[in-house]
Structure formats: C-alpha cells, structure tokens
C-alpha cells in the first residue's frame, strides 16, 4: 500500500488507519476529517500572519523566493526588485501592479538600478548576464554575458554602467552603444566599488585586502593600498574626501591613499555595513554582533552605541538626521543620530531584509528579505 504523506504541521496530532482493499470506510466521517485538518491547517497560516504586525503601506509577492536587491526611480513611481527566483520586475509603487517584467536570467538575480535619470533600468545575475532595459518602451535595449558579477553600479551623471566581476577586471560601458574600456585585474575577485562624487575616479576594494583609486578616463592607477584584509564594503563621503571600508572600518584620505584612521570596537569587529553622515561629521558602523555605533571622525571618538541584538544587514539615510537599520530579524529602526534616541520600528517582514532603498524625497522606504517579499513603508515627516 502507498505511504501516506501528511503536512509537517499535522502529523503529530492525526492518527493514520491503513485499511484491507475490502473493507469499507465511512465517507461522512472522511470528510469530516478533512474538514478538521483544513481547518487546522487554516489556523496555523492565520497564526503566522497575525505573529508580526505588518505597517507597511504595500507589500510586493511576485517572487517566488529570496528577493535579494532594489532601486527606486527619481519620481518614486517605479520600483525595481531582483531575486533568487532568476527575474526581475519593475513595479508600480502605487498599487504593487507589474509594470515591466525582466526576463532571461538563469541565475539569481543580485543587482539591479535605474540610471541617472530613469530612463534606463539595469539587471544583473550572479552568473554575469546583464542586460539594460529602455523603461518607458518596455524593452531590452543592451546585453552583456560575461564573467560571475560581484557588483554594478550606474555612473550618477552619464550612461555609463560600470561592473566589478570574479576574475577582478571592472568593466565600463557606454549605454546603449556599448563602447567599452577595462580596468585590469591584479589577479584577486573585485568586491566592491563606488564612483567619487567627481564623477571622474572610481574607488575599488578586492578580496585580498586591496582597495585601489582608478582614472577613469585614462583607467590608470592613481594610488593603491594593501594588506586590508578581504575588503567587503565600501563607502565615499558626500564630499568625496574620505573613502571608508569594512570589515575593519579604515578611513583613508582620497587624497593621498592613507590610512587616518580606524573606527572599531575592538569587541565587534565584524563590521558589516557603514555610511557616512550627509553634513555631520560622523560614521556609523552596523557588525553581524548587532552593534550600532556613531563616531565623531573629528575627534575620532564613539558618540553612541546601541545593541540591536540581531547582525546588521544595511544603513541608508532617511530625512531629518533620521538614520534607517535594517536587522536579519525583519525590522527597520529609524534613530535620531542627533540623539542616538529610536523613532520608531517598521515591523512586517518574517525574515532577514536583504536590502533597503530610500526614495529620493524621503518620503519612503523599500526593502526586501528572504521571505520572498519586497514591503514598501511610509516615513514620517517629522
């Protein structure tokens, strides 16, 4: 006789009765039956639903699994997920309703952007297929297959992508032409990197503990420092002076490629996410540990501490010196860095967020986690 194969939830709790080919079975009591394990079965997803309270405004469900990454258009209108289901959609922020799905990826998909100006949308996967889409038409305009991609970022002024790989070449590309220049690998995987505010040099960090400043018209090395340990993050002060790196949270002078500076808790080490303050002179370290801290660069000195208890998984600014924490425990902190105090908590997610966008005026944040949804969240003004 077949096995018979019940929910996880419900084994424990429902006695199986194999019966003789011939013996015959009430089918009132069957169905009865049934009815309870539905019924059991209905509580225990309804007990799910009500164990966090959901005060996003939208949530996204398109995707099927983890949803890795997002970016929000200039207008706040369009918002752009990529996940471990292989796609991407673009999506309208006023009702979750799809707008462009971006198809043919075989792989997760782990970075996505709208340039400068939101005419075009870009789509990358972990195996390195990219492709550049013309938003307004609704279509594929540009492609490029290559080596597994680490990371990929839109220049802040013109058309151009530029995108770090395994092997550590970076490559830049004109869009949609596709002209394209590369700025050669020492031989270790490229993890990180960002455009200087200039618009002119590009900061780049390695896997063995390089971090290097490229020309990027001339894709000459202006100056490089090592023995850093496995770079994973990077971040450029607004004025373009001062480049920060995890996991050790160096700060080195653009100027010159020198170190002035470490801003670490000896104890947490495990600096997973940093930013810069927009005009304070501060930094702010999120660790795997859960620790929050805000150091005066100034006095190079830790102002506050928090410990959210949970690693830290992204930092982004909100409006108002208001700072945005997203944990592997489903939530948002908003924290006033003025006086290290919580504002609030933006609960709904069930699972790690992955990643967080804040829109251009401030006025919302997206985010996305493992539990295969992307939630939008309405910030207060105040």
Not at 49 to 55: A, Y
Not at 223 to 252: F, M, R, Y
Request: some cysteine.
């Amino acid at each position: 006789m077949d096995s018979f194969n019940l929910p996880d939830d419900i084994k424990d709790n429902v006695e199986v009765v194999y019966l003789d080919d011939d013996e015959e079975i009430d089918d009132e009591d069957d169905m009865d039956q049934e009815i309870s394990a539905n019924e059991h079965l209905a509580a225990s997803e309804e007990d799910l639903d009500t164990d966090v309270v959901d005060l996003s405004k939208l949530t996204f469900k398109k995707h099927t699994m983890s949803v890795f990454t997002c970016d929000i258009s200039n207008d706040g209108s369009l918002v752009i997920t990529g996940g471990q289901d292989d796609i991407a959609y673009v999506w309208k922020t006023s009702n979750g309703e799809v707008y462009l799905e971006c198809t043919g990826h075989n792989d997760s998909v782990t970075e996505v952007g709208f340039n400068h100006d939101s005419q075009y949308v870009v789509t990358g996967d972990m195996s390195g297929l990219i492709q550049v889409w013309n938003v307004k038409e609704k279509k594929l305009v540009w492609c490029y297959g290559g080596d597994d991609l680490e990371w990929l970022t839109w220049h802040h002024l013109a058309n151009v992508l530029v995108a770090g790989m395994e092997s550590g070449d970076i490559f830049m590309w004109q869009i949609p032409e596709g002209n394209c220049k590369v700025l050669a690998s020492h031989g270790a995987p490229t993890s990180c990197g960002q455009i200087l505010p200039d618009g002119k040099r590009l900061a780049v960090g390695y896997t063995d503990g390089q971090v290097k400043l490229w020309d990027m018209k001339t894709a000459a090395v202006i100056w490089q420092l090592g023995d850093l340990e496995d770079v994973t993050c990077l971040e450029i002060n607004p004025e373009g002076t001062l480049i920060a790196i995890a996991p050790k949270s160096h700060v080195i002078k653009v100027s010159d490629g020198k170190i002035i500076s470490q801003f670490l808790n000896k104890e947490k080490a495990d600096i997973e996410s940093l930013i810069f303050g927009n005009d304070l002179d501060i930094i702010i370290t999120g660790s795997l540990s859960g620790q929050l801290c805000l150091w005066d660069i100034g006095k190079q000195a830790l102002r506050h501490e928090a410990d959210l208890k949970c690693p830290v998984t992204s930092i982004k600014w909100g409006g108002n010196s208001k700072l945005l924490v997203s944990t592997t425990d489903g939530d948002i902190y908003v924290c006033d860095v003025r006086s290290g105090t919580l504002i609030e908590t933006l609960t709904g997610h069930k699972d790690d967020i992955l990643s967080m966008c804040v829109s251009k005026d401030k006025t919302f944040v997206v985010s996305t986690s493992d539990d295969c949804t992307a939630k939008i969240y309405e910030l207060k003004a105040e």
